[in-house]
């Protein structure tokens, strides 16, 4: 109990201290692990758990979906693409299916492949404030 709040205190710290970059590539990757985890779920033939992994990663891709700023022009895009991956994922949850999964995912690790690289360039870059 006293190592779960010890982990609990690592994490609160990790987020608060994280770049609005990072707190992106931490979605993506909670999004990708639970993506994964229902999967495994429904192979395993655990729908209960599936559907509650299913809820988590449908709940950051919507985190994902209000963070956007609408100011530029390739958030209209990504809103859609990212209820594109909601309306997959209620799919995979009624039919118990792990194909519309596996294509949110294919998605899910591009985009953060995507975004580590520009974040990547921002780091190389001397900032100019």
Excluded: C
């Excluded at 609160?12 to 692990?33: C, E, F, H, K, W």
């Excluded at 309306?87 to 995507?114: C, F, Q, R």
């Amino acid at each position: 109990m006293a190592m779960n709040m010890q982990q609990e205190r690592y994490l609160y710290n990790t987020v608060q201290q994280a770049s609005p970059a990072q707190l992106l590539l931490m979605l993506y990757d909670g999004a990708i692990r639970f993506s994964k985890l229902a999967i495994k779920d429904i192979q395993n033939k655990e729908l209960e758990q599936a559907n509650i992994h299913l809820g988590k990663a449908q709940d950051i891709i919507r985190e994902l979906m209000i963070t956007l700023n609408m100011d530029y022009p390739v958030s209209e895009g990504l809103y859609m693409l990212y209820d594109y991956f909601i309306h997959l994922m209620i799919e995979a949850n009624v039919k118990k299916s792990e194909e519309p999964i596996e294509e949110v995912l294919t998605y899910l690790t591009d985009l953060k492949e995507t975004w580590m690289q520009v974040v990547k360039q921002q780091m190389q870059q001397p900032t100019a404030r």
